[in-house]
């Protein structure tokens, strides 16, 4: 039987041989053994590059994954990414941010005042339902540094909720940021299920 092999995307940016990796050139980013893969990671993490998951992006399989393990609260996704410093924030869309505002015991006219205006996306999970977002500016204003926590932390938006998980428009699949011990101990987990329900399938790196 002929192997499926899917192609990497973000991570054919990376220079192999600069990082000391070139052996890992063609190598199935599904197979690799434990110190290279935490090699690539680490690497990946330093540039700022996500990998793609090939499984649906659906809310179980969104929540099985951030199920592997647990996030250390370092804060690093709460404040700006000097890797990506055109980065114009998180993104809130409306009904979220009339949660927020309820929350905080503000008026949704004092929330937008500390937005800027985003676009029309698809709400994850309903494709068929479009809606307004704003960006909330990093270091996010409701972030507590000292101890790092959140003060909207029950009323979190989406982004938030599923971070390192990014959605990517793609029904059929996710990435994960590898920024943080969090992201790599997800995306090693997720390998693994994906290796252990389709043996066949290849990501060629």
């Keep these: 039987m002929e192997d499926r092999m899917r192609e990497p995307e973000e991570i054919d940016k990376l220079d192999l041989e600069r990082y ?21 990671l680490n690497t ?27 996030c250390r609260r370092c804060g690093d996704c709460c404040i700006p990414n000097p890797l990506n410093p055109a980065s114009p924030g998180v993104e809130v869309f409306e009904d979220e941010a009339k949660s927020i505002a309820d929350h905080l015991h503000t008026t949704e006219e004092a929330l937008r005042n500390m937005t ?11 494709p068929t339902k479009l809606s307004f977002t704003r960006w909330l ?13 959140c003060r909207i932390y029950p009323v979190r938006p989406i982004v938030c909720q599923v971070h390192p998980i990014i959605f990517t428009g793609d029904e059929a699949s996710f990435a994960i940021k590898v920024n943080c011990d969090y992201g ?19 990501i060629k790196l």
Excluded: W
């Design 137 to 149: 500016p990093l270091p996010c204003p409701f972030h507590i540094e000292e101890p790092n926590s």
């Design 44 to 70: 990946l993490g330093e540039e700022d590059i996500s990998l793609i998951v090939p499984l649906p992006c659906t809310p179980d399989n969104i929540q099985r994954v951030l199920s592997y393990s647990e």
């Design 184 to 202: 790599k101990d997800l995306v090693k987990s997720a390998f693994a299920y994906v290796r252990e329900n389709d043996p066949e399938l290849e």
């Design 20 to 40: 000391g990796l070139a052996h890992l050139e063609g190598s199935n980013l599904l197979a690799l053994t434990g110190p290279d893969m935490d090699k690539l």
């Design 116 to 126: 800027t205006q985003g676009k029309i996306v698809p709400y994850p999970f309903q």
